[in-house]
């Protein structure tokens, strides 16, 4: 199994429009062969004195996949191209963590 923290950080303002593109192409991703766990997450604001400042303009998409072939489609996959363009005005940086379990 492959994990993928993916960090995306955003032009100020425009999580929303972002998180409207994201979830719409949440389904497609689900149907992918390999798709295990795929969705975005913004932080939460908590008392719990271990975490992070929380960052307004961050979204991070938690990932699962079977196997390493299968993220590597993923991110040929016709509507992930398609996605990109059509977010690339509201994304500054991208960043990803691609873990396997220790």
């Not at 699962?64 to 500054?92: C, G, N, Q």
Request: glycine residues 2%; hydrophobic residues 45%.
């Amino acid at each position: 199994m492959i994990h993928v923290i993916a960090t995306i950080e955003l032009v100020s303002g425009k999580r929303d429009a972002f998180l409207k593109e994201a979830r719409q192409l949440v389904p497609k991703v689900h149907a992918e062969a390999g798709c295990i766990e795929y969705g975005p997450a913004i932080d939460v604001s908590t008392a719990i004195p271990a975490q992070s400042p929380v960052r307004d303009d961050i979204v991070t998409i938690i990932e699962k996949w079977s196997d390493l072939p299968a993220l590597e489609a993923h991110l040929k996959a016709p509507h992930m191209i398609e996605y990109r363009t059509r977010v690339k005005d509201f994304v500054r940086a991208v960043r990803l963590q691609i873990l396997q379990p220790a």
